[in-house]
Each structure stands twice: as C-alpha cells, then as structure tokens.
C-alpha cells in the first residue's frame, strides 16, 4: 500500500541537536560537561527523560557541588537502556535505570510521572530512541521510591535542601539554538492524552483490562524501531520503486 503525502520526511537528530533545538540547554550543557555526549548520541535503543531548565535552576544550590562523575550518575539515572518506550507503551510499574538505580513509573489519568517528576513534553523522536521532557531532576537516591500523586502540581525537589538560583547550571558554554522547534517547547500537562488508554501490554495494571498484571515489574512494552531501522525500511522501499 502506497501513501501520498504533502511533505519530505526526515530522519530524526540526535540528541545534542534535539537538546538545543528544545530550549534544553541545561541538560546539553551537564551531558558535555560529563563527557556523555557521544554515548547519549550514538548508543542505540534509548529512553531519555531529560529535566527542562526550570528544574536544574530549582536545585541550582545543589548542582555547584557535584563533582563530574557525580552528575555522571544523576544524568544516566535518567536514561533506559535498550528500549524506546513512547507514552502509550508506558505504564504503572518498576524500570532500572542506566546508572543502576530504578525508576518508578506511575500514570495518573493521562499523565505520566517519573518517580515524582512530571512529563511536560512526551515522545520527542531522536535518531535513537525517544526523549520525554521532565519538570524536575531525578535523584538516584529516590531509586524509585517515590511515586507520582494527583497532588504533584508543583515540580517535586528531589534534593533535600537544594535550593533555586538565579542562574541556570551548565548553560554558559552552550550557545543559543539558530531555530527552535515549537512542537518541541510547548508544555502539554496531559501528555497522554491523545494516545490510547494504557491497557497493560507488559507491566501494566489498567482498570478495565482482566488480561493485565498486576505482579510485573516492567514499565515497558517491546522495544520500538528506532529512527535507523525506520530508515533502513524507508530507504529499501524507496529502492523497490526506483526497480518498478
């Protein structure tokens, strides 16, 4: 089956280009600064869940005194490896992390929580995986103890006595974005919203399936294609047609 469409696809960017392109900067920034950049970029099958700049200027205190590998660890707490999971694959259960700690994932009438975290921005495509943006900092510390509420109207401080600064960490060395993608900075509450009830696939637990588990610990489905393998298919069907 053949599609018409109105515009060119492209192959989505990695993660430095997304970073910058979504107003992230503090986030680029502590992936440089750790010397993550290439792995965050290059390694394949990733679920990112990157802070905005609000939540790093909320525990500005805290972040001055990090030594390189301690950000190190905070930053692959907030990294699955080897799964690209978008929203509506998510659902209530237990992930490990990167760094080794867990995450909790906790899904509130359509929104998706992180530990305690929000995710303000969902599915974000990157060349490999998928990126969700958060409104507060992960603490490995937590390892996936606290549990989102209907309550987390305000970003949760995960770092116990941090406080704001006027200055956002991370950010100097990094230069401001030549364009911005709108659909990448606005700020959805209800990130879930236009994707299918969670029906429990793996790990789920969701009212109204009788088939879902409630004994998994599993927060994903199967892994996604990434943006190679989508490229691969693209490319090769663009061969058969060159053939006919």
Known sequence: MIHVIDGLLTIPPNVSVIAQEAGLSAFLGAVNATNLTEAVNTTPDLTIFAPNNGAF???????????????????????????????????????????????????????????????????VLIANGVLHVLDSV?????????????SDD????????????????????????TSTNAA????????????????????????????????SSSAFAAPVQTGAIGAAALFGGAAILANM
């Open 57 to 123: 200027e909320d525990i500005s205190s805290a972040l001055g005194n990090l030594t390189a590998e301690e950000a190190a660890s905070i930053l692959q707490y907030h990294v699955i490896n080897g799964t690209v999971a978008y929203s509506s694959t998510l659902s209530n259960g237990s992930v490990p992390t990167l760094g080794g700690g867990n995450v909790t994932i906790t899904i509130i009438d359509g929104e998706v929580f992180v530990n305690r975290a929000r995710v303000v921005t969902a599915d």
């Open 184 to 215: 990448l900075t606005s700020t959805n509450n209800a990130v879930a919203s236009g994707f299918p009830e969670n029906t429990g696939a793996i790990g789920g637990n969701s009212a109204g399936n009788p088939e879902a588990s409630s004994s």
């Open 138 to 150: 992960l603490s490995p510390n937590d390892n996936g103890t606290a549990n989102g509420t209907e």
């Open 154 to 177: 305000t970003p949760y401080v995960a770092f116990p006595g941090a406080s704001s600064g006027s200055d956002v960490a991370y950010t100097s060395n990094i230069p401001s974005p």
